[in-house]
């Protein structure tokens, strides 16, 4: 059981950043694999990126890598995604989640889910 709270979200100009926080409250949140996703108007939610609980590895879509980077400190209960050089198209609501078994790209894998935090990228 893990209950997730995201932050950071705003309006940036292309090829600002953005850092974006998920803060967990939960007992074994340290065992959990954690994904970030996004939804944008009009399209179906997508995956980000995913660090595994122990924070060794992490995996990205093609579209975000190089750009942006997720961490996390299991002893602050918090995973972060640092996002560089955005684009207009990097435009969503983006979402943290939680999941108990193996690491995926599948937002129908995870088990908890945010609320969500508007990223606005303007030209």
């Known amino acids: 059981q893990v209950q997730l709270v995201e932050s950071g979200g705003g309006l940036v100009q292309a090829g600002g950043s953005l850092r974006l926080s998920c803060a967990a409250s939960g007992r074994t949140f340290s065992s959990y694999n954690m994904g970030w996703f996004r939804q944008a108007p009009g399209k179906e939610r997508e995956f980000v990126g995913y660090?595994?609980?122990?924070?060794?590895?992490?995996y990205y879509a093609d579209s975000v890598k190089g750009r942006f980077t997720i961490s996390r400190d299991n002893a602050k209960n918090t995973v972060y995604l640092q996002m560089n050089s955005l684009k207009p198209e990097d435009t969503a609501v983006y979402y943290c989640?939680?999941?108990?078994?193996?690491?995926?790209?599948?937002?129908?894998?995870?088990?908890?889910w945010g609320q969500g935090t508007q990223v606005t990228v303007s030209s």
């Open positions: 660090i595994r609980w122990n924070g060794y590895s992490t």
């Open positions: 989640a939680a999941r108990g078994g193996a690491s995926s790209y599948f937002a129908t894998e995870y088990d908890y």
